[in-house]
T-cell receptor
Framework: NAGVMQNPRHLVRRRGQEARLRCSPM?????VYWYRQLPEEGLKFMVY????????ESGMPKERFSAEFPKEGPSILRIQQVVRGDSAAYFC??????????????FGQGTRLTVV | AQSVTQLDSHVSVSEGTPVLLRCNYS??????LFWYVQHPNKGLQLLLK????ATLVKGINGFEAEFKKSETSFHLTKPSAHMSDAAEYFC??????????WGAGTKLIIKP
């Protein structure tokens, strides 16, 4: 059973370009969470999705950021018109049910976004 | 609001000596607490989880943590450090059923 797969592992974008980060949850997991880790900081919650639904996006910036988890395929975190401050590691986690408090959430290896 | 404070950004110990990584929390949510480990260029791995069943929690790789409600602490310990323990460790508390609040991390350095 493969773990949570994120790709790409590293992504370099110029200011103003779009960044697309993909996350394939573990088999059988229908709950996905995205976190952002800025340098020298812990992870910060961004968004919680179930298949075809955004449950909580309270941690996501109101502009330029969007997330989806379609019925088929991976979850996508999309950042439009990237700026230098978007440079960070973005982690995806998945769990089979509920949330990471009651069931273990498994994390991917992260995508390290660098905006130049 | 929930908060998690890891008291040391870096901890350096010699191989074979004890490890202590300190964590204090404030939480009005259910007292579940976690420690995660992040090895260089690797993903995050759950080290151990406290869920109020027992105050002393044993995790993987010989690590354990003790929940002390009176001190609002959840320090991570290991009797004898190995070189392979060099990594960054995160103390984590829930803010809801699905939101996790992360400490800033402690980098553990193992000296030969």
């Amino acid at each position: 059973n493969a773990g949570v797969m994120q790709n790409p592992r590293h992504l370099v974008r110029r200011r103003g370009q779009e960044a697309r980060l993909r996350c394939s949850p573990m088999k059988g997991h229908s709950h996905v969470y995205w976190y952002r880790q800025l340098p020298e900081e812990g992870l910060k919650f961004m968004v919680y999705l179930q298949k075809e639904n955004i449950i909580d996006e309270s941690g996501m910036p109101k502009e330029r950021f969007s997330a989806e988890f379609p019925k088929e395929g991976p979850s996508i975190l999309r950042i439009q018109q990237v700026v230098r401050g978007d440079s960070a590691a973005y982690f995806c986690a998945s769990s089979p049910t509920g949330g990471p408090v009651n069931t273990e959430a498994f994390f991917g290896q992260g995508t390290r976004l660098t905006v130049v | 609001a929930q908060s998690v404070t890891q008291l040391d950004s870096h901890v350096s110990v010699s191989e074979g000596t004890p490890v202590l990584l300190r964590c204090n929390y404030s939480s009005s949510y259910s007292p579940s607490l976690f420690w995660y480990v992040q090895h260089p260029n690797k993903g995050l791995q759950l080290l151990l989880k406290y869920t109020s069943a027992a105050t002393l929690v044993k995790g993987i790789n010989g690590f354990e943590a003790e929940f002390k409600k009176s001190e609002t602490s959840f320090h991570l310990t290991k009797p004898s450090a190995h070189m392979s323990d060099a990594a960054e460790y995160f103390c984590v508390a829930p803010d809801s059923n699905y939101q996790l609040i992360w400490g800033a991390g402690t980098k553990l350095i193992i000296k030969p």
